[in-house]
């Protein structure tokens, strides 16, 4: 069976939410899991929180969605920091309308993969716009077969993505590892 906690307390005490939620959504519960582990330890943001990108930009809720993503899904972004509910079908909104439809776009990943999610969580970590990028240089490369094949090809040439994309690919393609790191004892 599933671990029973995570490192994360405040995560362990939502692992029955999550898994509800997963089940409905077909959202990985490790990627639910990980996700929220790594971008807000299972706290309701009610400002930006300090973290490996350690943003200015009043991320909000479990899943930490800027106040730009809570609009274009028609969200009351103040009420991401204080509905653990709320938050969490926030979460699962934003993967499932914004997140899933633009990994499906670049085609280099089997839907529902590992491979696929990582791709998924790194639209959300990157933005859609670095991540097209990197992935239009790695499909000219022959690197997009597997996630360590375009990790590899991004890192390779991280001073060419930060010019273009101004988004460092050292610094956001561990962090996905980290969330499956994390993530993968839950199912991933």
């Given at each position: 069976?599933?671990?029973?906690?995570?490192?994360?307390?405040?995560?362990?005490?939502?692992?029955?939410?999550?898994?509800?939620?997963?089940?409905?959504?077909?959202?990985?519960?490790?990627?639910?899991?990980?996700?929220?582990?790594?971008?807000?330890?299972?706290?309701?943001?009610?400002?930006?929180?300090?973290?490996?990108?350690?943003?200015?930009?009043?991320?909000?809720?479990?899943?930490?969605?800027?106040?730009?993503?809570?609009?274009?899904?028609?969200?009351?972004?103040?009420?991401?920091?204080?509905?653990?509910?709320?938050?969490?079908?926030?979460?699962?909104?934003?993967?499932?309308?914004?997140?899933?439809p633009r990994?499906?776009?670049?085609?280099?990943?089997?839907?529902?993969?590992?491979?696929?999610?990582?791709?998924?969580?790194?639209?959300?970590?990157?933005?859609?716009?670095?991540?097209?990028?990197?992935?239009?240089?790695?499909?000219?490369?022959?690197?997009?077969?597997?996630?360590?094949?375009?990790?590899?090809?991004?890192i390779d040439?991280?001073?060419?993505?930060?010019?273009?994309?101004?988004?460092?690919?050292?610094?956001?393609?561990?962090?996905?590892?980290?969330?499956?790191?994390?993530?993968?004892?839950?199912?991933?």
């Amino acid at each position: 069976g599933l671990p029973a906690a995570t490192r994360y307390k405040l995560v362990n005490a939502l692992l029955p939410e999550l898994q509800k939620a997963s089940a409905s959504s077909g959202i990985p519960l490790g990627l639910l899991v990980g996700w929220i582990s790594k971008e807000s330890a299972g706290k309701l943001a009610t400002k930006p929180q300090p973290g490996p990108g350690d943003t200015k930009l009043d991320e909000r809720g479990y899943f930490q969605l800027h106040p730009e993503e809570s609009a274009s899904l028609g969200l009351d972004h103040q009420r991401l920091s204080v509905d653990p509910r709320y938050s969490i079908d926030a979460g699962l909104r934003l993967i499932g309308l914004k997140y899933m439809p633009r990994t499906d776009k670049l085609n280099i990943a089997p839907k529902g993969s590992t491979y696929y999610w990582k791709v998924v969580k790194l639209g959300h970590t990157m933005g859609s716009g670095a991540v097209q990028k990197i992935v239009d240089g790695a499909k000219a490369a022959g690197a997009t077969g597997s996630w360590e094949s375009l990790k590899k090809h991004a890192i390779d040439n991280d001073a060419k993505y930060l010019s273009l994309a101004k988004h460092s690919p050292k610094k956001w393609f561990p962090l996905v590892d980290k969330v499956y790191e994390v993530g993968v004892p839950f199912g991933f």
